[in-house]
């Protein structure tokens, strides 16, 4: 059906119906991210973004887009330019009184602050991971899991970047998310790594 969405968030854009595309777009982020879409997803965001319809977003929609204008650009490199997103979102969460959406804000900014040289909020990474947990996300918790662990490597803490990460590993098998597993899989590589055990990184990786 990919064609067909395609075509309708297309549709959306030409006659100025952001919320569509958000709606559309915004809960398939985990399919857009394992094939690979995420460049072209970004410009639709912003794209919707731009348009006149998107000042007059419900809400909850705006938040999506939020979420998704960050996240996506966290997803391809550009992490200063996700912090803002990231921040305006967990503002527009707290209003919605919408955890979900607040612990995802948490674990995109812990993920933007595991870039070299940011400064870590492990207790805001801390509540995003303990929130997806409760909410039984697992989706959430494994990517919260993978964020913190890098977080601790950085940290040069390999026995608790290891265990986060196989905490991060049970839930990405839980959900039978193969492309969460390859990505766990390789941050246990660079645990593996990082304390001396190279055969138990080429193994994992």
Avoid: C
Avoid at 49 to 63: H, K, N, T
Avoid at 80 to 90: G, I, W
Avoid at 183 to 196: E, P, T
């Amino acid at each position: 059906e990919l064609d067909d969405l395609r075509s309708t968030m297309r549709w959306a854009i030409r006659t100025d119906d952001a919320e569509t595309v958000v709606r559309l777009a915004a809960p398939l982020f985990p399919y857009w991210w394992s094939r690979g879409l995420l460049a072209p997803m970004r410009e639709l965001a912003d794209e919707a973004a731009a348009l006149p319809s998107a000042a007059g977003l419900p809400a909850d929609a705006a938040a999506l887009l939020l979420w998704a204008r960050g996240m996506l650009r966290i997803a391809v490199g550009d992490v200063a330019a996700a912090r803002p997103y990231l921040a305006r979102l967990l503002v527009a969460s707290g209003e919605l009184g919408d955890r979900r959406l607040r612990a995802h804000a948490l674990a995109g900014l812990g993920l933007a602050e595991a870039a070299p040289g940011a400064k870590a909020d492990l207790e805001q990474l801390d509540e995003a991971v303990a929130t997806f947990r409760e909410l039984g996300d697992d989706w959430g918790l494994a990517f919260a899991l993978s964020a913190r662990g890098q977080l601790a490597l950085l940290a040069g803490d390999v026995p608790t970047a290891t265990r986060l990460h196989t905490d991060a590993l049970a839930a990405a098998e839980r959900i039978n998310s193969s492309h969460l597993r390859a990505q766990v899989l390789d941050l246990l590589g660079a645990d593996a790594a990082a304390g001396g055990d190279l055969g138990g990184a080429w193994e994992r990786f």
